[in-house]
């Protein structure tokens, strides 16, 4: 005989003959998923798109406006996707009439992430040499840490080109990188896909 006193709550039996009530166990539906139609990160990555077109465009108006000396700038349809020009003044090693281009793509993230540029040969736009750099491979890929870790947003597409044309114009070594057919030959196609070392900040 079983003593309830000290038990509100009697062992039933395990009969099959009692059914046992079970509820239907579904996954709920995420709340956001709920309110919104479209899902949360594409809109997050709409606004960042939209942010990166509004600062980008900000960037070329000011570049307009401002004086410009040793560049110029080339528009595409591509509001992701500029060209520019450099000359460089004083500097022999760098002939004043000649010319490099640079090609700069502007990514999603920007400007928390940096732009991803190097130097081309145009012949129709009459480029037809890399500039000879102790950091410029003979690809175009530029081994600088203003296009990896030393970027923040508070740099602009301008700074960056003025940066290159610095170091082209306090140069007074005409030589490529240490190992620079080896690297051409094996160099990935978006130079920010390299994994540079940074050791240099002299030349």
Known sequence: ???????????LPNSPSTPVARSKSTSPKPLLDSIFSTPLKSIAKSFQRM?????VLKELKTMEAAPKEGFDIELTDNLCLLYADITVANNPLYPADEKYRLKIMIPEEYPFTNPV?????????????????????SNGHIC????????????????LIVAIQSILASNDTSERPEGDENYVQRAPKDPSKTRWVYHDDNV
């Open 1 to 11: 005989m079983n003593d309830l006193s000290n038990d509100s709550t009697p062992n």
């Open 51 to 55: 942010s990166m077109k509004t600062r």
């Open 117 to 137: 540029c190097h130097f081309i040969l145009d012949p129709s736009a009459n480029v037809t040499k890399i500039p000879m750099h102790p950091h410029i491979y």
């Open 144 to 159: 600088l840490d203003l296009l990896g870790p030393a970027w923040t947003p508070a740099y602009t597409i301008m700074s």
